[in-house]
């Protein structure tokens, strides 16, 4: 192989991040997530810096004030990684897909700030889904790779650390505001970011399909997400002017709930073939108008009920606010929404994002925005170098059939990428060096006299 079919060492585009940082601080960032990426094992910030030998050219302290005092925005940081995924993987677009979840990372200790019990999504099924900890509500970006994964990828650009009210270490005097209320902070942050012609569609799960999301939402932002099972529907309004008194209807008679209308013998379904988590299959759905007045108040929704012949999948329901949407469209656009999922356990797995052992409000809810901007940077960089017809040195064993790149592959690329222009390939050329012969010896050694007696 050739040396200039080599991939470039991984590393980030600084200048984009010039405005973000100070001097060193600018330094510090560069130096943190090229050691995040480049260590291996546990992700604590000491190991991080040995990995990245920042400890023999300056104090190791200013890394920890850096994610303790340092005076900078990470909404700043993550508008420009958000525009560096868009620039690089959807450039003009006209829909930008997000997806928003939270998830739990485990710690142990009295005085961690924002740490306390509550729901873990990856708890055991065994046992109660509690966990202790802190809690990080997510927004990413959903991306598609052709040519070098069918797989959706998920990259999280954003984060708020949200924490329960019984927490013992926890902002004085701040109000407590729930996970959709957060999520709805990053949906308009987001929104702020892009053109008025770019439609955002925000897939999340059931805990976020509530009023904080959908009611008072910005433009050009559509929402896709779950309804419930005794969910309260109704039928629109009609259009004909009113001729009795008072306030119009803002909403028509009362529907069967979901869980009825899939026992009730006359719904009509409709049998569809649909491509569900790289697999092609049949579903029977029933698609209609609805308004869901607690959730969207007055606003039409597109209902869709799903049923597996096969059982494979439980009944399901799924709203969509563009009542455009097909219902192949609403069913597909939710089934990106497990990406994130994938992610979170990537960032925790391969990435170490739940590993730094920090306690301040400022260190807990950077350390692990480093893990997910890293991700990014890592795919971004890994697509760059992909394009360019890098050698990126991905091999699989002849019995092991693997047709798509993981994300565990690009990290293993960028990785290598660091050490492989040290390693030549090319033979030294011949040195008659001299050669050391020591004479052997002639008699036993006296300990081995001793050990026969």
């Not at 943190?32 to 030998?53: D, F, P, R």
């Not at 306390?116 to 109660?128: N, W």
């Not at 892009?194 to 805990?207: A, F, T």
């Not at 050391?436 to 050990?451: G, I, L, V």
Request: aromatic share 10%; glycine share 6%; proline share 6%.
């Amino acid at each position: 192989m050739h040396k200039r079919n080599l991939p470039q060492p991984f590393d980030i585009d600084k200048v984009r991040f010039h405005d973000c940082f100070t001097a060193p601080s600018l330094r510090h960032f560069g130096v943190l997530i090229t050691g995040w990426v480049l260590t291996v094992g546990v992700h604590t910030i000491s190991q991080i810096i040995l990995t990245s030998l920042l400890h023999e050219s300056e104090s190791f302290v200013s890394i920890y004030r850096f994610l303790q005092n340092a005076k900078w925005s990470p909404d700043q940081v993550a508008f420009e990684v958000f525009r560096m995924i868009v620039d690089t993987l959807l450039p003009g677009v006209t829909e930008i897909e997000l997806i928003l979840d939270d998830t739990l990372n485990s710690h142990v200790g009295k005085k961690i700030f924002g740490a306390g019990f509550q729901h873990d999504g990856d708890a055991p099924k065994t046992g109660k889904p509690i966990g202790y900890g802190v809690c990080f509500v997510i927004i990413g970006v959903v991306v598609r790779l052709p040519g070098i994964s069918d797989r959706v990828f998920c990259l999280p650009y954003a984060a708020r650390l949200w924490w329960p009210q019984k927490a013992k270490v926890k902002p004085v005097g701040e109000k407590h505001r729930s996970k959709s209320e957060l999520g709805a902070e990053l949906i308009r942050l987001t929104r702020s970011w892009l053109d008025p012609s770019i439609v955002l569609r925000v897939i999340v799960d059931g805990g976020y399909s509530n009023k904080q999301l959908l009611q008072g939402r910005p433009q050009g932002v559509q929402i896709t997400g779950k309804v419930r099972m005794d969910a309260a529907l109704y039928a629109l309004v009609a259009q004909a002017p009113s001729t009795t008194r008072g306030r119009p209807r803002k909403k028509g008679e009362r529907l069967p709930c979901p869980k009825s209308l899939f026992a009730h013998g006359a719904t009509p379904w409709e049998w569809i073939w649909i491509s569900l988590y790289g697999q092609e299959t049949i579903v029977s759905v029933c698609r209609f108008e609805a308004i869901w007045y607690k959730a969207a108040a007055n606003e039409p929704l597109s209902i869709v009920m799903v049923r597996d012949p096969g059982g494979k999948y439980p009944d399901t329901v799924f709203f969509d606010t563009d009542t455009a949407s097909s219902d192949v469209e609403t069913i597909q656009r939710f089934s990106h929404r497990w990406s994130i999922e994938i992610t979170n356990r990537e960032t925790k797995s391969l990435l170490g994002s739940a590993d730094p052992q920090c306690r301040s409000e400022k260190s807990v809810s950077r350390a692990p925005l480093m893990a997910y901007w890293s991700y990014c940077f890592v795919v971004v960089w890994f697509v760059d170098q992909f394009r360019t017809g890098k050698d990126l040195l991905i091999r699989t064993a002849p019995w092991y059939s693997k047709r798509h790149i993981t994300f565990s592959d690009m990290l293993a690329a960028a990785r290598r990428s660091h050490f492989i222009p040290g390693i030549s390939r090319e033979p030294s050329e011949h040195r008659n060096n001299v050669k050391f012969d020591t004479p052997p010896f002639t008699s036993r050694p006296q300990s081995h006299k001793r050990a026969k007696l």
